[in-house]
């Protein structure tokens, strides 16, 4: 079984938010709402600052709180360990968007949950998704986290890197690289 | 993808059916405007490949229709610039089309100027009233008495008319309000400037000193590529700005210098790298001048004497002198874009050369490479009408070395009708109202025309100020001239359209044609269409349109661009040489050797207002494009965390920003941070809109250039510094 995620390079993302953007016309993410955000993490005081810039979305948690509290069984797992939403079986009710720690889901526009689905018609397709596919600094890669031979897995591997919450109990799937090598 | 099977990926599909049919916030217009272009199929998924307008970078993109409806737009994977990729603003472009505020008909002006009340009009009316009025300003005053404002390569085919008409003055706010001084500095030194797509290898750099650039929020595509790319390569990086820009967060050195005093800082880094002998000997002696006197002049420029100018520490200037030496020829001291900030910018950007020339790094790999590109035929026009009375934008050549039009100097001719009256202001796609500086004396000067056309796809402030707004049809929806690209690979691409022009817009070409028809100029426009003149221009060189408009952009021969690689080194300057002393500036007076002078400094309470970029918009051009909005809706007021907290004030309060001429901003939100001296204030460019045709973006935010009422004139070349202007802080009611 895979398990797909995320490893974003926070050492290159500059925040330019095209992955925002991309999300947004490929989806068709109403307005007003967005399905993936940056993050901007500043530490210290002038002029001993650090800073953290990363692109966040779903987790798409293992141990995802969204499936677990869903009364109606819209939020599921599906292929590859993807969270996503059965519309026609979702009523709006709210408890995974109360649930979710990432504050990643909202109620669209049409009545109901809406989040990020790493861009399976695209993954489905052999694309990657929409935010990856257009990230002028390539800082992000997808793919499956089980596979040890996977890009993603290499670089989980052999890059420093934390994910976002972990103490939540979610067991998210997407990765942050940061500075140096994890040797 | 393997780990899961078709079968099953089938099913997902299912669950999220709807995925890019969904109705959403485009919807509303799309089904109002949306007439795709004719060659386009109703039904099914449909790719066209075109180039991108939300910035002057030219990235070749693919847009895509699917059932009739444009749904998005990316970056075309053979385009050398964009690799496939399309900045924020590029991929956010299809919001051009949909944006509500759009220009829809012709306007004439009902009341005074400024008004922004409107007649609709025809296109006949409008082309018939801007002939007679250019006739009459013909007879009276001469074809020089028209000026042309352009932006972008869209205003190619208004520069043409205008040559026919036979006016000389066409500008452009790039030259004397942004890249200007760099070019002047650079060509100064090496005889050449550095061009647009600028030829920074950042890639290939292996030391890169940012001095106020601030890469990765400024979005030039290709510029922010390469930084990631050396970023991963693990390229030095050292950056100079007051504020932690995004790019300062990746350096290895930030120095949040002292606004104003860059020319201290790098005088003293010549003063190290020339005494210490880390310059490349064997370029210099080869192929530059001046050294001696350089050496001479820079003598008391110690880091020791920086020090209490900049703020930075003599023994970090030391320090990262003797680092930059260590990885030449690749060390690039970027040369930035947006210069024109404290009045001596010539001078720094001179300095800026130097220091490059030192390196070694003009013409070499992971420096200044040498661009290529493809010949391509110009269309075989009759030969234009010669002006006798020249260009009126810089009367005996008081800014020696300005190798554009000045377009404030167009300004100032036009208030003071010296050297000649300048009676008609042809604006296109450029904002003239939030480009140059000091809003009052653009607003006298438009006050003694007897013509205002400007021509743009939105109603921007300048808008308000014509007699006639000619809307144009968006880069979606026409063709523009061929762009011949100067970069590492020669390449031509082509911008076509992917929909018919929505509402009663047309493509710039067939304005400037049919007006062409009106004032008798027909000669000068033999084409039918557009496709004719792209068509001959191509056969002519070999090529044809059909194959341009299939491929999006046809790549020539890869040809050296590096020295190491071949390319000989020239450089036409006067001694056919780099001049590190300038026997040309000492010919006008001028500085041989950039000095470090003092600038004036914010009076206690005030605080030098600097402005920069957002990766998400593009000047003020972008504030109503519905996904972009999406992205920033305002700007903020950057301010260091302490004085904040001293005003009492926290990040999300609302205040005014007033300057030292009394100007009063309107309300723009605090971001109290940690991120920027205490002694300056920062915004994001190109927002606080007052159009009342931006119904959105109107009152969102302040704009910078509403505060720059001061400004100084380089002496070099006429652009003007608008770093200059200090404001305080009131809260708002
Ligand atoms: S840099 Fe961005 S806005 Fe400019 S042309 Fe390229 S994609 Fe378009």
């Known amino acids: 079984m895979a398990r797909y995620g995320m490893a974003i390079d926070t050492t290159k993302c500059v925040g330019c938010m095209d992955c925002v953007v991309a999300c947004k016309t490929e989806n068709n993410v109403p307005e007003g709402l967005n399905r993936d955000w940056i993050q901007t993490i500043v530490n210290g005081e002038f002029p001993n600052l650090t800073m953290e810039i990363r692109s966040e979305r779903c987790n798409h948690c293992t141990n995802a709180p969204c499936v677990n509290c869903c009364p109606t069984g819209a939020s599921h797992y599906d292929g590859g360990g993807i969270v996503l939403v059965h519309h026609d079986l979702c009523t709006g009710c709210k408890a995974c968007i109360a649930s979710c720690p990432y504050d990643a889901r909202f109620i669209n526009p049409e009545g109901y949950a809406d989040k990020c689905t790493f861009c399976v018609h695209r993954v489905e397709e052999g694309k990657d998704p929409a935010c990856i596919s257009v990230c002028p600094t390539y800082c992000m890669t997808f793919g499956d986290l089980d596979d040890p031979n996977s890009e993603i897995s290499k670089l989980v591997k052999s890059r420093n890197n934390h994910t976002v919450l972990p103490e939540a109990g979610t067991s998210p799937n997407i990765y942050y690289l940061i500075g140096g090598n994890n040797a | ?390 260009k009126v934008d810089n009367p005996d050549k008081k800014y020696p070395f300005a190798h554009e039009t000045i377009t404030t100097g167009i300004r100032e001719a036009t208030i003071s009708g010296k050297p000649y009256p300048v009676k008609g202001w042809f604006v296109y796609a450029t904002n003239l109202i939030f480009t140059l500086p000091n809003e009052d004396e653009t607003i006298k000067a438009i006050q003694n025309l007897d013509l205002m056309v400007v021509v743009e796809t939105q109603p921007s402030e300048i808008t308000g100020w014509a007699d006639v707004v000619l809307p144009e049809a968006t880069y979606l929806e026409r063709y523009d001239d061929i762009n011949v690209e100067f970069f590492k690979e020669p390449f031509i691409s082509i911008r076509q359209p992917v929909l018919e022009p929505a509402f009663e817009t047309k493509p710039g070409w067939w304005m400037a044609k049919k007006l062409s028809e009106k004032l008798g100029l027909e000669k000068y426009f033999p084409w039918n269409n557009i496709e004719e003149y792209l068509d001959t221009r191509l056969k002519n060189s070999g090529y044809s349109l059909e194959q341009l408009k299939k491929a999006g952009l046809i790549k020539g021969d890869k040809q050296p661009i590096y020295f190491e690689e071949g390319v000989t080194p020239e450089f036409p300057t006067p001694s056919g040489k780099i001049e590190l002393y300038s026997e040309q500036l000492a010919a006008y007076g001028l500085d041989p050797v950039p000095r470090y002078r003092k600038h004036e400094e914010p009076p206690p309470g005030y605080y030098r207002l600097l402005f920069g970029r957002s990766p998400v918009h593009s000047f003020g051009r972008t504030q109503s494009n519905p996904i972009l909005f999406d992205m920033m809706k305002e700007n903020e007021v950057w301010i260091n965390k302490f004085i904040a907290d001293k005003l009492e004030l926290k990040s999300g309060d609302y205040v005014i920003l007033v300057n030292q001429d009394g100007v009063r901003s309107n309300k723009v939100k605090v971001k109290a941070t940690e991120r920027i001296r205490q002694d300056c204030v920062y915004i994001v460019h190109g927002f606080g809109h007052t159009s009342k045709g931006f119904v959105r973006s109107r009152g969102l935010g302040a704009s910078d250039n509403q505060l720059v009422t001061k400004y100084k004139i380089d002496p070099i070349m006429g652009g003007t510094a608008q770093h200059l202007n200090f404001v305080t802080i009131e809260r708002a009611a």
């Not at chain 2, 007879?139 to 205008?162: C, R």
């Open chain 2, 1 to 390: 993808m393997n780990s899961i099977s078709r079968r099953r990926f089938l099913k997902i599909g299912a669950a999220t059916a709807g995925v890019a049919a969904t109705a959403g916030a485009l919807s509303k217009f799309t089904q109002q405007a949306v007439k795709i272009s004719s060659s386009v199929p109703e039904k099914g998924v449909y790719t066209i490949p075109t180039y991108c307008d939300l910035c002057f970078w030219k990235c070749n993109a693919i847009a895509t229709v699917k059932d009739g409806k444009l749904w998005k737009i990316e970056g075309n994977p053979i385009d050398p610039m964009s690799k496939g990729r399309l900045c924020p603003r590029g991929t956010g472009g299809i919001g051009s089309y949909y944006d509500p505020d759009r220009l829809r008909k012709p306007l004439m002006r009902k009341n005074n100027r400024g008004q922004e009340e409107w007649v609709e009009v025809t296109w006949d009316e409008a082309f018939t009233f801007i002939a007679d009025k250019m006739n009459k300003i013909k007879s009276e005053y001469g074809p020089e008495a028209v000026a042309l404002f352009s932006h972008g390569i869209g205003g190619n085919f208004f520069k043409h008319l205008m040559k026919a008409y036979g006016t000389p003055n066409l500008a452009a706010p790039s030259f004397a309000q942004c890249r200007g001084p760099r070019d002047a500095g650079f060509r100064l030194t090496f005889g050449e400037d550095v061009g647009s797509p600028e030829r920074t290898d950042i890639e290939n750099s292996k030391f890169l000193v940012l001095i106020g650039s601030h890469l990765g929020e400024n979005m030039h595509n290709t510029q922010v590529q390469e930084f990631a790319t050396a970023i991963e390569r693990g390229t030095k990086l050292l950056v100079v700005d007051p504020r932690h820009s995004v790019a300062a967060s990746k350096a290895d050195w930030w120095f949040p210098i002292k606004p104003g005093t860059d020319i201290a800082l790098i005088l003293a880094w010549i003063n190290v790298i020339v005494n210490e002998e880390l310059y490349d000997k064997v370029y210099i002696d080869k192929y530059a001048i001046g050294l001696d006197k350089l050496k001479k002049t820079v003598s008391n420029n110690t880091p020791e004497w920086a020090y209490p100018i900049t703020g930075i520490k003599a023994e970090l200037i030391r320090e990262t002198a003797r680092e930059m030496a260590r990885y030449k020829p690749a060390t690039l001291i970027h040369p930035g874009r947006h210069v024109t900030w404290y009045g001596d910018d010539s001078q720094r950007s001179r300095a800026i050369a130097i220091l490059n020339a030192l390196m070694g790094s003009w013409g070499r790999k992971g420096g200044f490479f040498s661009p290529v590109s493809m010949d391509i035929a110009s269309y075989p026009y009759p030969e234009f009408p010669h002006s006798e009375k020249g």
